[in-house]
T-cell receptor
Framework: AQTVTQSQPEMSVQEAETVTLSCTYD???????LFWYKQPPSRQMILVIR??????QNATENRFSVNFQKAAKSFSLKISDSQLGDAAMYFC????????FGAGTRLTVKP | ETGVTQTPRHLVMGMTNKKSLKCEQH?????MYWYKQSAKKPLELMFV???????ENNSVPSRFSPECPNSSHLFLHLHTLQPEDSALYLC??????????????FGPGTRLTVL
C-alpha cells in the first residue's frame, strides 16, 4: 500500500518569510499524481497545488511551489511571502488508484 | 467553495438514532467520495462512486451505508453508531477520465458527534 508521510506535525513561520513543508511517499508506481491541500480552521479543504509524476518541472501557483524529487519520493511545499491567511492544516496526498493522505502539518503564521 | 456542499454541517446523535448526511456537487463531476477525518489521523477513504456505481468500500462497518442516486448527489446513512465514529465526514468529487486528472474537490464537511 502506498503511504504518505508528513514528518512535521507543526510548523511556524514569520509573516512575509518562507517556509517549507515536507512530504515523502512510498510507491512502486511510476505514473501517479501528488497534491497539497490546505484546510483552514473550520473551513473547507481546498487544493493548493498538484504535480503529475511524469512531469519533471516543479509545479508553481503564485506564492506556492513544490520541490518534486521523484527518485527520492519527496514532494515538499514551499510557501513564499507567508501571509496570515496561510495558517491552516496542510495535507500532502498521493493518487494512483485511490487517494492517500498524510497526517497533516499545522502551519502557524506569526505577525 | 460552493462547488461541493454538505448538509448538515453539524450533527449530534445518540447511538440508537438513524440519520443521513447529504452531499451535492455542482461541478459536473462523475465520481464522488466519502472520507472520515479523525483528530491526528490521516483522512480515511470510506466509499467511492464512479458513474453512480460503488467501486470501493474500504472495510467500512455496515452501520455506515452509502447511497448515490445520481452523479450529483451522495448520501451516507448512519445507524447504530458508536462514540468512536465521532469525526468530520468529508465528501469530495472529481472528474474521472477528464483533463483534470482526478483532482478531488471537497465539501465543508459534517462534524458528527455520537453520544
Amino acid at each position: 500500500a502506498q503511504t504518505v508521510t508528513q514528518s512535521q506535525p507543526e510548523m511556524s513561520v514569520q509573516e512575509a518569510e518562507t517556509v517549507t513543508l515536507s512530504c515523502t511517499y512510498d510507491t512502486s508506481e511510476s505514473d501517479y499524481y501528488l497534491f497539497w491541500y490546505k484546510q483552514p480552521p473550520s473551513r473547507q479543504m481546498i487544493l493548493v497545488i498538484r504535480q503529475e509524476a511524469y512531469k519533471q518541472q516543479n509545479a508553481t501557483e503564485n506564492r506556492f511551489s513544490v520541490n518534486f524529487q521523484k527518485a527520492a519520493k519527496s514532494f515538499s511545499l514551499k510557501i513564499s511571502d507567508s501571509q496570515l491567511g496561510d495558517a491552516a492544516m496542510y495535507f500532502c496526498a498521493y493518487r494512483r488508484d485511490d487517494m492517500r493522505f498524510g497526517a497533516g502539518t499545522r502551519l502557524t503564521v506569526k505577525p | 467553495e460552493t462547488g461541493v456542499t454538505q448538509t448538515p454541517r453539524h450533527l449530534v446523535m445518540g447511538m440508537t438514532n438513524k440519520k443521513s448526511l447529504k452531499c451535492e456537487q455542482h461541478l459536473g463531476h462523475n465520481a464522488m467520495y466519502w472520507y472520515k477525518q479523525s483528530a491526528k489521523k490521516p483522512l480515511e477513504l470510506m466509499f467511492v462512486y464512479n458513474f453512480k456505481e460503488q467501486t470501493e468500500n474500504n472495510s467500512v462497518p455496515s452501520r455506515f451505508s452509502p447511497e448515490c442516486p445520481n452523479s450529483s448527489h451522495l448520501f451516507l446513512h448512519l445507524h447504530t453508531l458508536q462514540p468512536e465514529d465521532s469525526a468530520l465526514y468529508l465528501c469530495a468529487s472529481s472528474r474521472v477520465g477528464g483533463g483534470e486528472t482526478d483532482t478531488q474537490y471537497f465539501g465543508p464537511g459534517t462534524r458528527l458527534t455520537v453520544l
